[in-house]
């Protein structure tokens, strides 16, 4: 049996990102999130697979930590 779909509030709820960048990722040509839709203006339905595959793939690497920087010395006279 598949699970049972989720609106596009659910999923935000489900994911904690808003709803405008679910529908976004939703809407994109090609499509950056798997959706289900009823007619051309019907509303989203996502799978919480399809919302933890989008998700994982957001994940980025931790950024490196910053190495100190020398001062140069101003040198007078020269």
Same mark, same amino acid.
Do not use: H, N, V
């Given at each position: 049996?598949?699970?049972?779909?989720? %609106?596009?509030?659910?999923?935000?709820? +489900? %994911?904690?990102?808003? %709803?405008?960048?679910?529908? +976004?990722?939703?809407?994109?040509?090609?499509?950056?999130?798997?959706?289900?839709?009823?007619?051309?203006?019907?509303?989203?339905?996502?799978?919480?697979?399809?919302?933890?595959?989008?998700?994982?793939?957001?994940? %980025?690497?931790?950024?490196?930590?910053?190495?100190?920087?020398?001062?140069?010395?101003?040198?007078?006279?020269?």
């Amino acid at each position: 049996m598949a699970e049972p779909k989720l %609106t596009i509030k659910e999923a935000s709820a +489900y %994911t904690g990102m808003p %709803t405008g960048t679910i529908s +976004y990722a939703a809407k994109c040509d090609p499509p950056r999130l798997r959706s289900f839709k009823a007619g051309q203006f019907g509303p989203f339905w996502f799978e919480k697979a399809d919302l933890d595959r989008w998700l994982s793939e957001m994940e %980025t690497a931790p950024a490196p930590s910053p190495t100190k920087k020398r001062r140069r010395r101003a040198t007078a006279g020269r």
